[in-house]
Nanobody, 119 residues
């Protein structure tokens, strides 16, 4: 069993900042990639940022404002969000590609955390 638990969402004014966290736990042998997605009402889920080793990439809409980082020892990924805009409002999900102790590699998702940017 593997679990991903996100935290750090909330209500913030335009121009503000938030930091999301996602911690993986359970029968983990190795974590290959950890990503952040978001889904706004009425829209498809989209990739926001991804990190694998020392490489990261971002959606064009968040480049220069969001930073993804990872604490490998704690199986945790972070998303620092600066200069937030109302269009960043969405439920943010963490996804990780994990090989478990049984040798199976699968994608796992967190439950999501709401980010609302509004004055």
């Amino acid at each position: 069993q593997v679990q991903l638990v996100e935290s750090g969402g909330g209500l913030v004014q335009p121009g503000g900042s938030l930091r999301l966290s996602c911690a993986a736990s359970g029968s983990i042998f190795s974590i290959h990639t950890m990503d952040w997605y978001r889904q706004a009402p009425g829209k498809q889920r989209e990739l926001v940022a991804a990190i694998s080793g020392d490489r990261s990439n971002y959606a064009d809409s968040v480049k220069g404002r969001f930073t993804i980082s990872r604490d490998t020892a704690k199986n945790t990924v972070f998303l620092r969000m600066n200069s937030l805009k109302p269009e960043d409002t969405a439920v943010y999900y963490c996804k990780a590609t994990i090989t478990t102790m049984s040798g199976l590699a699968s994608n796992y998702w967190g439950q999501g955390t709401q980010v609302t940017v509004s004055s």
